[in-house]
């Protein structure tokens, strides 16, 4: 019987693991279907707190692998199915064609920007297609680039990318925002932000070295299609959170993030824990992540030290 199973290995899952590990609890990690998550898509990090001249991505996260493997926490590489709750309030987590026995679980799957589904994207991605302004938007200096979504995402996305970009189309499906009225209001009067309506993207077009060079855009209304040239495509029409398998041992909201108890990790499963992107629409933030997986890990701790 395990003490904690950590499921998923990004910022949350590893930061877990670093504290349960110190702990002494022997925490055992389940790595899902991205080992890493979502910063192993990234390039460059430059606001993570301890590294001044910015660390890659990946990098970032085979340090804290190390981090966590030097205090004992053991990696299974696989992609958890299902977990259940048992009578007597332990866990079984199944995972392909193994399954552990668990006191506590702590969830860290994170989530998945959504993408549109088109050819070559997932090569793109990183030169010149991304879903995280915050992270890429200071490489695109001075050269147009365009955000797609309506969303309250798109427009705070936008809204920063004017910081450094020449201009900032906002390509959107409709002709009204969905985002609140506060932030549809700041990105329309921005003269930086040029709002590309009834419009979708049909195709992703690259140059001789693979980089994002325009978009084909596709007017809904007339259907006129048009080339747009921008070096980047900033991804904002949502994220899809990986809490499928975790069924009705949580609650979740209406997009199927894991509802957590009030200023806790827990949830409505004792000994049951969510950390991350997982839980979290609102930051999505490495650094964040990481807080919520410290957070995760000493409410285990308090969990399994009371029973
Ligand atoms: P969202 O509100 O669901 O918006 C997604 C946007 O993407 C919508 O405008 C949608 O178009 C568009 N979209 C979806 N699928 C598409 C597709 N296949 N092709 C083209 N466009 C597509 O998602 P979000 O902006 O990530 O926000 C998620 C939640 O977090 C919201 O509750 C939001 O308020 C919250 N949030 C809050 C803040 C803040 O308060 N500062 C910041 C970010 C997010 P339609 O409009 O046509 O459906």
Not at 57 to 73: H, N, T, V
Not at 188 to 195: F, G, Q, T
Request: charged share 20%; hydrophobic share 40%.
């Amino acid at each position: 019987m395990e003490n904690v199973i950590i499921i998923g290995t990004g910022c949350a899952g590893y930061t877990a693991a670093i504290y349960t590990a110190r702990a002494n609890l022997g925490p055992l990690l389940v790595s899902g279907t991205q080992p890493g998550g979502q910063l192993t898509t990234t390039t460059e990090v430059e606001n993570f707190p301890g590294y001044p001249d910015g660390i890659m991505g990946p990098e970032l996260m085979m340090k804290m692998q190390a981090q966590a493997e030097k205090f004992g926490a053991r990696i299974v590489w696989a992609s958890v199915e299902s977990v259940e709750c048992r009578a007597d309030g332990t866990f079984l987590v199944r995972a392909g064609s193994e399954s552990f026995e668990t006191r506590s679980v702590i969830v860290a799957t994170g989530a998945a920007p959504r993408h549109l589904g088109l050819p070559g994207e997932q090569v793109l991605i990183g030169h010149g297609l991304t879903s995280c302004a915050t992270c890429d938007g200071a490489f695109y200096r001075d050269v147009p680039v365009c955000v797609i979504g309506g969303g309250d995402s798109a427009c705070e996305e936008a809204d920063f990318l004017t910081r450094f970009a020449s201009k900032v189309y906002l390509i959107h499906r409709r002709d009204k925002l969905r985002a609140s009225k506060i932030m549809a209001d700041r990105v329309l009067a921005n003269p930086k932000i040029e709002p590309v309506w009834n419009s979708t993207v049909s195709a992703y077009l690259t140059d001789d070295q693979g980089e994002m060079r325009a978009v084909q855009l596709h007017n809904l209304s007339t259907g006129a299609q048009h080339e747009l040239k921008v070096a980047c495509v900033f991804v904002a029409i949502g994220h899809v959170p990986n809490s499928s398998f975790v069924g009705n041992l949580v609650d979740k909201d209406e997009n199927g993030y894991i509802l957590q108890n009030p200023g806790r990790t827990a949830t409505k499963t004792p000994g049951l824990f969510a950390a991350g992107d997982v839980a979290d629409h609102y930051y999505r933030q490495a650094i964040t992540a990481a807080g919520q997986g410290c957070a995760a890990a000493l409410e285990a701790e308090r969990y399994l030290s009371g029973q």
